[in-house]
């Protein structure tokens, strides 16, 4: 029988055992508790008895190996970027990936209202997208075990929001290269070969960039594919978990998504009206609900109706092949946007 067992630095691994008693299994458990108890790290108290239902349910050696998953760096349990942990809002066991350009923004400040922060609907420089600073609680915050539970269990709800390619990386170019002189994609993708000047390479690639769509994909392509707002969505989650994500909502009908999550949760949580009390009402000027068309992400580029004026053949076959993971993954299930 495998059970968890002793600590090894800050993680708790699986170690196995020849006598499968549930003595033995208390034993590892009471000092598992202990160790978490001694740490700052949050712990959930479900975590054993779903560790023992994974392990029955698959394998000792399939839960190792999801373990070692996130020991090893796993995306979703590393701090990254700004949209690099995904938020974790205990109460409603809602686990959310936020992802650039897919109204993250507002989505963290769905998240502040929900955990009761007083200033959830702040937007500046520090909230809601410093994890440092925004008050709410990540994956990476958890124990490696009581991590593997929450992005595991039945009983939680783990959500992503997706955008069609095509869509979000036009939007990333009107907001992060055609604004404000190309200074985003200039300090993130091209000051990394040298400070710009006309003579060197940091200039020729931030020019190139700024150029045309075309020239900013190639600039994606070959320098800087990675960028938070347009790395292909497929990445945001490592794929051992594909399998975990119970629910997946389109930026194209957000509104209506983001309604049946939060009736998902009310279900699951039983905590009825939790459409009311955090989404139908109290967003933008108005106290309108979550991203009618007041208060929709605050980046008002209309990208969809621009693909006509941006796409052609070319930059259409480019996108394709360049997020061609995403198109093929049957999680999101896109329907590609023609821009013709």
């Given at each position: 029988?495998?059970?968890v067992?002793?600590?090894?630095?800050?993680?708790?691994?699986?170690?196995?055992?020849?006598?499968?008693?549930?003595?033995?299994?208390?034993?590892?458990?009471e000092?598992?508790?202990?160790?978490?108890?001694?740490?700052?790290?949050?712990y959930?108290?479900?975590?054993?008895k779903?560790i023992?239902?994974?392990?029955?349910?698959?394998?000792?050696s399939?839960?190792?190996f999801?373990?070692?998953?996130?020991?090893?760096?796993?995306?979703?349990?590393?701090r990254?970027?700004?949209?690099?942990?995904?938020?974790?809002?205990e109460?409603?066991?809602?686990?959310?990936?936020?992802?650039?350009?897919?109204?993250?923004?507002?989505l963290?400040?769905?998240?502040?209202?929900?955990?009761?922060?007083?200033?959830?609907?702040?937007?500046?420089?520090?909230?809601?997208?410093?994890?440092?600073?925004?008050?709410?609680?990540?994956?990476?915050?958890?124990?490696?075990m009581?991590?593997?539970?929450?992005?595991?269990?039945?009983?939680?709800?783990?959500?992503?929001?997706?955008r069609?390619?095509?869509?979000?990386?036009?939007?990333?170019?009107?907001?992060?290269?055609?604004r404000?002189?190309?200074?985003?994609?200039?300090?993130?993708?091209?000051?990394?070969f040298?400070?710009?000047?006309?003579s060197?390479r940091?200039?020729?690639?931030?020019?190139?960039?700024?150029?045309?769509?075309?020239?900013?994909?190639?600039?994606?392509r070959?320098?800087c594919?990675?960028?938070?707002?347009?790395?292909?969505?497929?990445?945001?989650?490592?794929?051992?978990?594909?399998?975990?994500?119970?629910?997946?909502?389109?930026?194209?009908?957000?509104?209506?998504?983001?309604?049946r999550?939060?009736?998902?949760?009310?279900?699951?949580?039983?905590?009825?009206?939790?459409?009311?009390?955090?989404?139908?009402?109290?967003?933008?000027?108005?106290?309108?609900?979550i991203?009618?068309?007041?208060?929709?992400?605050?980046?008002?580029?209309?990208?969809?109706?621009?693909?006509?004026?941006?796409y052609?053949?070319?930059?259409?076959a480019l996108?394709?092949?360049?997020?061609?993971?995403?198109?093929?993954n049957?999680?999101?299930?896109?329907?590609?946007?023609?821009?013709?």
């Amino acid at each position: 029988m495998f059970v968890v067992g002793r600590v090894i630095g800050s993680s708790m691994l699986l170690k196995q055992e020849d006598d499968d008693s549930s003595a033995v299994w208390g034993s590892a458990m009471e000092k598992w508790r202990k160790h978490q108890s001694s740490k700052r790290k949050k712990y959930i108290p479900e975590t054993p008895k779903h560790i023992a239902e994974l392990i029955a349910s698959t394998n000792a050696s399939y839960v190792r190996f999801l373990v070692d998953q996130l020991n090893d760096r796993a995306r979703v349990y590393t701090r990254g970027p700004w949209d690099g942990g995904a938020i974790v809002v205990e109460r409603y066991r809602l686990v959310l990936f936020t992802q650039g350009k897919v109204a993250c923004t507002v989505l963290k400040q769905l998240a502040r209202r929900m955990m009761e922060l007083e200033d959830w609907m702040d937007h500046n420089w520090k909230v809601p997208h410093d994890p440092n600073r925004n008050g709410l609680s990540f994956l990476f915050n958890y124990e490696v075990m009581d991590a593997l539970t929450i992005l595991t269990s039945p009983r939680w709800t783990r959500a992503i929001f997706v955008r069609d390619p095509k869509e979000r990386i036009l939007s990333a170019y009107l907001d992060k290269v055609a604004r404000n002189g190309g200074k985003y994609v200039t300090k993130h993708c091209c000051q990394k070969f040298s400070p710009p000047s006309k003579s060197n390479r940091s200039y020729v690639c931030a020019d190139y960039a700024k150029a045309s769509l075309l020239g900013f994909l190639e600039v994606v392509r070959s320098e800087c594919c990675c960028d938070e707002h347009w790395a292909p969505q497929t990445r945001r989650i490592d794929r051992p978990f594909h399998p975990y994500i119970t629910f997946v909502g389109q930026y194209d009908r957000i509104q209506d998504d983001t309604k049946r999550l939060l009736d998902l949760l009310s279900v699951k949580s039983g905590e009825a009206g939790l459409w009311t009390r955090f989404g139908a009402y109290g967003w933008g000027p108005n106290s309108t609900a979550i991203f009618s068309e007041s208060t929709k992400a605050n980046h008002q580029t209309s990208a969809h109706t621009k693909l006509l004026k941006y796409y052609n053949s070319t930059i259409d076959a480019l996108v394709k092949e360049m997020y061609h993971q995403d198109y093929e993954n049957r999680l999101f299930n896109f329907t590609p946007i023609s821009p013709t």
